[in-house]
């Protein structure tokens, strides 16, 4: 009898479809901001939040580089996105109120896009539209509204420090919107319930996990565990699976959060002693706008690359029904959905 080849079983499968590593990675992030509250006090954490948004959530707009080589003329296009962002920086300093509220418009947009797993279809049905439709917007609103509605009185002076006196109104407008980011959430778990159940746990257990971190813990470290934990890694994940360099991500991400973490907790301890001496307001104040400021001159560009090069793909790798199933299982998806 012949040699029949085993086929190798596509990237997710098995027990890591059940438990998607950005899943793992929220959890993660969840636990050693918890840790560090317990050791170093709350009033600790905006410093280390901070750090961990710079050096471990915004790397990943590196990979827009690689978004970058898939068009003509990458030079002339890179160097659009920087003028891009550059403009959109000094919009910011300039209409500080208008920035904010774009800012956050096309935040919840990438966020609840990028983050989503329902792949998009050809010529999708309306249950499947309506639960991916449903999914952008629960994902790409709770990490904005959450922080508004369970801890009002911690995000308006984090608010302040960007939209001033327009910051309650921004904050009022963002907690109406909590309860219907966790009604869409839960509506799409329901409709991807029958065909794909372990895609709707993750999705119910992943949107519980980040409204518990704002409940637990201070907006801006809250955020760090979200944005850090998982929607840095899950944009990571998709883009180098896509290019074939999955597994190369799994062995550097652990390395790389497991050295984060260690790093975190020991400069919390270590630095916890001078944080009750220092000026309160100033400092924090203007490193908060500073880094608003930056995340929202990259986000623009960042989300308008990405939006561009899944249309120029569409075409090309649009996700089949049969496909979406698989994606719903965390396994490997075409590449336009991993632009998404």
Not at 47 to 75: C, E, K, S, T, Y
Not at 262 to 274: F, K, Q
Not at 328 to 334: D, K, Q, S
Request: proline share 8%; net charge positive; with cysteine.
């Amino acid at each position: 009898m012949p040699h029949r080849p085993t086929a190798r079983p596509p990237a997710g499968a098995g027990a890591a479809a059940a438990v998607p590593a950005p899943s793992l990675g929220l959890g993660a992030a969840l636990a050693v901001a918890l840790t560090l509250q317990a050791a170093a006090g709350a009033g600790s954490l905006l410093w280390p939040a901070i750090l961990a948004v710079l050096l471990l959530g915004l790397p990943h707009g590196a990979l827009d580089l690689l978004l970058l080589r898939r068009f003509a003329q990458p030079g002339l296009r890179l160097a659009g996105y920087l003028a891009l962002a550059l403009a959109t920086g000094l919009a910011g300093l300039a209409w500080p109120a208008a920035f904010f509220a774009a800012f956050l418009a096309v935040a919840a947009w990438h966020f609840g896009s990028g983050d989503c797993t329902e792949p998009p279809l050809r010529r999708p049905s309306r249950r499947h539209r309506l639960a991916r439709w449903l999914e952008i917007a629960g994902r790409g609103s709770l990490p904005l509204a959450a922080p508004c509605a369970l801890a009002a009185d911690a995000t308006l002076p984090l608010f302040a420090a960007v939209a001033a006196g327009d910051a309650p109104l921004f904050v009022k407008a963002l907690a109406a919107a909590f309860p219907l980011s966790l009604a869409a959430s839960a509506l799409c778990a329901l409709l991807r319930a029958r065909e794909a159940p372990a895609a709707a746990l993750a999705l119910a257990v992943e949107m519980l996990a980040v409204a518990t971190a704002f409940l637990l813990l201070p907006p801006l470290a809250a955020f760090a565990v979200y944005f850090c934990g998982l929607h840095a890694p899950r944009h990571w994940r998709r883009t180098l699976g896509a290019d074939g360099r999955l597994d190369r991500f799994e062995r550097t991400w652990v390395a790389l959060v497991t050295g984060a973490a260690v790093l975190l907790v020991v400069g919390a301890a270590l630095l916890a002693p001078l944080a009750g001496q220092a000026q309160p307001g100033s400092a924090d104040s203007v490193a908060v706008r500073a880094l608003v400021l930056l995340l929202g001159a990259l986000t623009l560009p960042h989300a308008l690359l990405v939006a561009l090069a899944a249309a120029a793909e569409s075409d090309r790798a649009a996700v089949t029904p049969g496909r979406s199933r698989r994606a719903a299982r965390g396994e490997a998806i075409p590449r336009t959905a991993n632009l998404l």
